[in-house]
């Protein structure tokens, strides 16, 4: 636990504090150039807005997919030791199953999961 907590504080300290010490250094510019501040991704310049909002249900099916993706994750261990873990390890993943499925119950009658 005390490892970890090391680790933690040494990445967070280091990736904070690292740029500073970079352009210090030299390695980082100082001053924006023209061609730092050139189109990148596909060299052309964008045509009118560059903001534009989008619709929350991308984000909400995005969210939906992980959660999705991680009971898979949790549910391969689970499979490969059923014989070992028993009734208990049954019923924890019965009552995950039923928490997803109130949970998918209260989107679908809330409308969450029409795409309008």
């Known amino acids: 636990m005390g490892m970890l907590l090391v680790v933690a504080i040494t990445f967070a300290l280091t990736t904070l504090l690292l740029p500073i010490l970079l352009r210090r250094v030299g390695i980082v ?3 924006s150039t023209p061609a730092k501040n050139s189109t990148y991704e596909c060299g052309m310049s964008t045509i009118g807005k560059a903001w534009v909002q989008y619709n929350f249900r991308y984000y909400f099916f ?3 997919f992980v959660v999705m993706d991680a ?3 949790f549910l391969f261990p ?3 030791g059923l014989k070992s873990i028993g009734l208990a390890g049954l019923l924890a993943v019965f009552a995950l199953f039923v928490m997803l499925g109130v949970a998918y119950l209260y989107a679908w009658f809330k409308g969450a999961l029409e795409w309008k």
Do not use: F, N
Request: aromatic content about 8%.
């Open 29 to 31: 510019p100082r001053k």
């Open 62 to 64: 995005a969210v939906l």
């Open 71 to 73: 009971l898979a994750v």
């Open 78 to 80: 689970w499979a490969v």
